[in-house]
Nanobody, 123 residues
Framework: VQLQASGGGSVQVGDSLRLSCAAS??????MGWFRRAPGKEREFVAA????????AYADFAKGRFTISRNNAKTTVYLQMSSLKPEDTAVYYC???????????????????WGQGTLVTVSS
């Protein structure tokens, strides 16, 4: 059972970046992205129920970030645009059974976690 996150890197303010999370070993009903900035607690970014396509976003992500999936429902993406220095963080993907919408933002609802990928946004 593995979640492999990739796509992080160092970018400039206003740039875009796409993160990928590939799942292997099992399937998930919900996959999500969380992040941990230096000196801060982990926070929810976005999540998707893979069968229905329902999505949830943190307020800071709305309008700038988009979560999507491939047709096989084995990979989720996080397209990030208009990046800001405060988006600098390690981004983690996570997997869970199909979650009800009200708990998709709750990290405790996710059973499996990837290793994280670092995003650094410089001004």
């Amino acid at each position: 059972v593995q979640l492999q996150a990739s796509g992080g890197g160092s970018v400039q303010v206003g740039d875009s970046l796409r993160l990928s999370c590939a799942a292997s070993g099992r399937s998930y009903g919900t996959m999500g992205w969380f992040r941990r900035a230096p000196g801060k607690e982990r926070e929810f970014v976005a999540a998707m129920r893979l069968s229905e396509g329902n999505t949830a976003y943190a307020d800071f992500a709305k309008g700038r970030f988009t979560i999507s999936r491939n047709n096989a429902k084995t990979t989720v993406y996080l397209q990030m645009s208009s990046l800001k220095p405060e988006d600098t963080a390690v981004y983690y993907c996570a997997g869970a059974p199909r979650l009800i919408l009200s708990v998709m933002r709750d990290a405790n609802a996710y059973n499996y976690w990837g290793q994280g990928t670092l995003v650094t946004v410089s001004s």
